[in-house]
């Protein structure tokens, strides 16, 4: 169950009509041994912080003041960097503030959620629980699995850092959503948007990381697309109470978070598919349910079968508290375990304990430059755990 933080924060971005979602990177907090400590902000966005465009040879300070979830108000500058070989926007000025717990390094891969609010102090806040993230960014309506930061808008004018580009796939979303007078099962969008993006591909053949990664993003715009067609529908036609309005809202917030929650494991699974690798989904080994085993529980309960053939994989968008989960599933002795995730960073001192119970990420390399310098060597790519399954 989501925290009450989390429906505070949920709260203020509605009530303001927006709201900015980055996840914590290592530059951010001062993890990869430069001297910069400030909240990096999108230049895609500027108009949502400063009144500052982003213009050459000029240097800008835009002060706010911020109230952050734990009563600490700062006096904060929206900073332009647009001299030198610099050309970036940071939130600024938390040097003065003794063990501010917001840039502490443990908050790499977190989530801050920044709140601009007219004629009161922006509010702010950092997630970190996976529930937490789970609930604010399906209750906004945003997706960080694929991206490094959203842009929540009422008034519809929402943007991420990773976007569908191909006009032919997003063509096939609205055609798929025309079509549609009904969300179909998690299972049924996620084959619609693989078999989109292998009808919209021309390039040469996709990494199993970029793949993975392309068809996590093209899932989520189909449902977007899919979404504004039936839910547009279903509230043009009004509410007859509160409480009607009320249900429609939770039913829309729950299934974007089902949908998100299965989105990862059905792609992975077709990627293993592809690569012709034997596994079984959800098994049941020892009284518990593993995502995904390889090859599967019959080797697993075959003492004759080296365990070190065997990978027991747990799939999830985000583990800063879900990869001791994994821990639990399977007794056999000396069972490798994985977790394939989406998760942008987490601390090091959360890559020990992993590693202190030989418990391995699989993260698709592009989202490696998001850990702490030390800890990347530890991360394995799709294309490594495949070569290696």
């Known amino acids: 169950m989501s925290s009450p933080r989390a429906e505070r924060i949920v709260a203020a971005a509605l009530d303001a009509g927006g709201a900015f979602l980055k996840v914590v990177q290592p530059n951010d907090v001062g993890v990869t041994g430069g001297h910069q400590k400030g909240f990096h902000l999108s230049k895609r ?62 908050r790499l891969g977190g989530v801050l959620v920044l709140v601009a609010r007219s004629g009161a102090p922006w509010y702010a806040d950092i997630f970190e629980s996976d529930v937490d993230v789970e609930h604010v960014t399906a209750a906004l309506g945003v997706s960080l699995d694929d991206s490094s930061w959203a842009l929540f808008s009422a008034a519809g004018r929402d943007a991420r850092s990773s976007e ?34 292998a009808s919209c591909w021309r390039g040469s053949p996709e990494s199993a990381d970029d793949l993975l990664l392309h068809l996590v993003r093209a899932e989520y715009d189909l449902f977007k697309a899919v979404e504004r067609r039936l839910v547009m529908s279903e509230i043009a036609h009004g509410f007859d109470s509160v409480d009607e309005f009320v249900r429609t809202a939770g039913t829309i917030t729950n299934r974007r978070k089902s949908r998100a929650g299965h989105a990862l494991e059905n792609h992975f699974e077709h990627i293993l ?32 079968f080296d365990v070190n053939g065997l990978r027991l994989v747990g799939v999830k968008t985000t583990c800063k508290d879900r990869w001791r989960q994994v821990l639990s599933e399977g007794r056999r002795r000396g069972l490798p375990r994985f977790i394939l995730t989406l998760q942008k960073g987490v601390s090091s001192q959360q890559m020990r304990e992993m590693r202190g119970h030989d418990l391995r990420l699989v993260v698709p390399q592009p989202l490696h430059e998001h850990f702490a310098p030390d800890d990347r060597r530890y991360l394995l790519t799709v294309g490594d755990f495949l070569a290696h399954a």
């Open 273 to 304: 598919e592809q690569s012709g690798i034997p596994f079984e989904s959800q098994p049941i080994i020892d009284e518990t349910k593993p995502d995904i085993l390889i090859p599967g529980a019959k080797e697993y309960y075959d003492t004759t």
């Open 164 to 197: 569908s580009t191909d006009e032919c796939e997003r063509t096939a979303f609205d055609a798929e959503a025309d079509r549609l007078a009904a969300f179909p099962p998690t299972r049924v969008m996620s084959r619609t948007a693989q078999e989109i993006v």
């Open 45 to 106: 966005v500027w108009s949502y912080f400063t009144p500052q465009e982003p213009e050459r040879g000029i240097n800008h300070n835009h002060p706010i003041q911020v109230e952050w979830a734990n009563g600490t108000v700062t006096n904060s500058i929206i900073k332009w960097y647009g001299t030198g070989t610099r050309s970036e926007y940071r939130m600024t000025s938390f040097n003065r503030i003794r063990n501010f717990p917001y840039l502490s390094p443990e």
